[in-house]
């Protein structure tokens, strides 16, 4: 694979001096889902708004398939789709015309066939006539949709693609979204649902204060921080920690009942065997004993306090 | 060039025409029948003639001006504007497009719009008075000039309009004043000497005595001073939207 969106050292200030981006380089394979992970105000919509020609950047390169996206931004332009967070939609026109004139702006020769496919796959085919005031919520977001795969891109920009859509919608657009990346289309999305991201990436990006903290493959990321917590039930209820426990840095809750102790599930020696023995000679009795896999929230969550600790 | 963009505008912007065509072409239709009731009927009744044309007569250039100009620049600013209010305007900036292509779509779609109703209103005139058109082929060449002129400078005041006051106020506290006093239903030669002067300030006098001159042969001001402020003022308007996309003034952060 190789890289299809190259950022480099990319910064943007904006006009009254807050720093959105602080110096982003980060390169995008060809084909994949890439997550971008970060919470409000992280510089995600800034990010992909610069890629797509909304923002101007202060400094640093974005190259689109080898084409600068300044320098040529035409070529570059024309392999980008983008869907906005926000509900932004001509409300008088229908349907099917929103969609041709997308296509036509992105400079593509009419093809009523291509819409047709598209606005079936998104279940908008019926309502192709209907103007877009008429739809509900769902709709207009995947009309949104169609507009931006109207003019077949090849990279395809999600920005919080999910946000206030319901279970069974969000459903369907990770399906749409695993079918496009079949199909070859390259997929950057921005969200701050981790459910999102774990379930669909295949790299996670995460960024904050308009730094690019870290970018791994998921399933690497779950490897190296995921951590695991054994969690014992207590007969009775302790003041403190036995000091026969000592060497295990367990942390006792706060009404006494629980003891929690935290491991790598991955390491050759969890200390579990030890510490199960030590439980049994300090003479404790157990109700029950519960092992958690910790989630790309929790991985989450500590990057960005270490990255804000870092600052 | 990117035609298939410019088609592509020109035709969503078309459709918005014919989509709201009641209000797009009936009522200037409406309120150009009004001023000749008014005006051309009522009033023209005791003038007579001005510059030996009947007053009736007269005032159709200025009609046809004063509609041109606002319908000019209210299509091309709503055009722009609307993207904006909505939020559509993302596209515009994500698209392969430049700033040509995007101005060609929207003035050219304005222009068209503001020329049929012009159309409109010169038909409509014939039903009330008689005139015949001295310099037909100047007459279209005066009408496309000025329709691309105001359009473009509508297109500036729908990306500088925050807000649908703003995008009021230059055309009814600029435009309009302008335009009534800047000839239509009267000679410049007929005001005293000083406001004679004031008048060459006016930029629509010489928009209107240039027209009118196609129609009936005799102007406020020489013809080719006409055309050369025209010329003045469309490349003014360019260098305009030549700065705002090459700075990204209230489009782009």
């Known amino acids: 694979m190789s890289a299809i969106i190259s950022v480099r050292d990319l910064e943007k200030t904006y006009e009254g001096g807050f720093e959105a981006l602080k110096g982003v380089s980060l390169e995008i394979e060809e084909g994949e889902i890439l997550a971008l992970l970060g919470p409000n105000g992280a510089g995600k919509t800034t990010l992909i708004s610069t890629i797509c020609g909304l923002v101007s950047p202060s400094s640093g390169t974005v190259s689109v398939g080898g084409h600068d996206i300044v320098q040529d931004f035409r070529a570059a332009r024309a392999m980008i789709g983008l869907?906005?967070?926000?509900?932004?939609?001509?409300?008088?026109?229908?349907?099917?015309?929103?969609?041709?004139?997308?296509r036509g702006l992105f400079g593509k020769p009419r093809d009523d066939g291509h819409l047709e496919r598209v606005l079936r796959a998104l279940?908008?085919?019926?309502?192709?006539?209907?103007?877009?005031?008429q739809l509900s919520g769902g709709m207009k977001r995947r009309v949104l949709i169609a507009k931006a795969l109207s003019h077949e891109p090849r990279v395809l920009f999600l920005d919080e693609p999910t946000a206030g859509v319901d279970v069974t919608l969000r459903r369907e657009m990770w399906d749409l979204v695993r079918q496009l990346r079949a199909d070859g289309v390259t997929i950057i999305l921005t969200t701050h649902y981790i459910e999102e991201a774990e379930e669909m990436a295949d790299r996670i990006g995460v960024i904050?204060?308009?730094?690019?903290?870290?970018?791994?493959?998921?399933?690497?990321?779950?490897?190296q921080l995921g951590r695991k917590e054994l969690v014992l039930e207590l007969g009775e209820p302790l003041d403190t920690v036995p000091n026969a426990l000592g060497d295990f840095a367990l942390q006792l809750s706060d009404d006494g009942l629980?003891?929690?102790?935290?491991f790598d599930a991955h390491a050759e020696r969890t200390g579990m065997t030890r510490l199960l023995g030590a439980v049994a000679g300090a003479g404790l009795s157990l109700k029950d004993l519960t092992t958690r896999q910790s989630s790309l929230e929790d991985v989450f969550l500590k990057l960005v306090d270490k990255g804000r600790n870092a600052q | 060039m990117n035609w298939q963009a410019v088609l592509s505008i020109y035709r969503f912007e078309m459709n918005r025409t014919f989509r709201t065509l009641a209000q797009s072409i009936v009522s200037p239709v409406l309120s150009t029948v009004l001023y000749f009731v008014v005006f051309g009927t009522a009033i023209g009744q005791r003038i007579?003639?001005?510059d030996g044309i009947p007053y009736g007569a007269f005032i159709v250039p200025g009609l046809i001006m004063l509609t041109l100009l606002q319908q000019s620049i209210s299509n091309a600013s709503f055009g722009i504007y609307m993207p904006k209010f909505i939020g559509t305007f993302y596209e515009l900036l994500s698209a392969p497009i430049s700033v040509l292509e995007i101005v060609l779509g929207y003035v050219g779609a304005a222009a068209t719009k503001a020329l049929m109703i012009a159309v409109i209103i010169l038909i409509t005139s014939t039903f009330f008075v008689d005139f015949t058109i001295a310099h037909p082929v100047w007459m279209v060449a005066f009408l496309v000039l000025t329709s691309l002129s105001f359009?473009?400078?509508?297109?500036?005041?729908?990306?500088w309009a925050k807000n649908f006051e703003q995008l009021q106020l230059i055309p009814?506290?600029?435009?309009?004043?302008?335009v009534f006093l800047g000839g239509a239903f009267y000679s410049v030669s007929m005001l005293p000497s000083g406001w004679q002067t004031v008048s060459l300030f006016n930029p629509v006098v010489y928009l209107i005595s240039g027209f009118r001159w196609s129609f009936f042969g005799v102007a406020d001001v020489p013809v080719g001073i006409s055309l050369f402020a025209i010329a003045i003022f469309l490349s003014a308007c360019l260098a305009a939207i030549w700065w705002i996309f090459r700075t990204g003034w209230r489009i782009k952060p």
């Open chain 1, 83 to 102: 869907v906005p967070q926000e509900i932004t939609i001509e409300p008088f026109e229908t349907v099917l015309n929103t969609v041709r004139f997308s």
């Open chain 2, 151 to 159: 359009a473009l400078l509508g297109f500036i005041i729908g990306i």
């Open chain 1, 258 to 262: 629980r003891l929690t102790y935290e």
């Open chain 2, 48 to 50: 007579d003639t001005v």
């Open chain 2, 172 to 178: 009814l506290l600029v435009v309009t004043p302008l």
């Open chain 1, 208 to 223: 904050d204060h308009g730094r690019l903290l870290l970018v791994e493959e998921k399933a690497k990321l779950l490897h």
């Open chain 1, 123 to 133: 279940s908008l085919w019926e309502k192709r006539d209907s103007r877009n005031q």
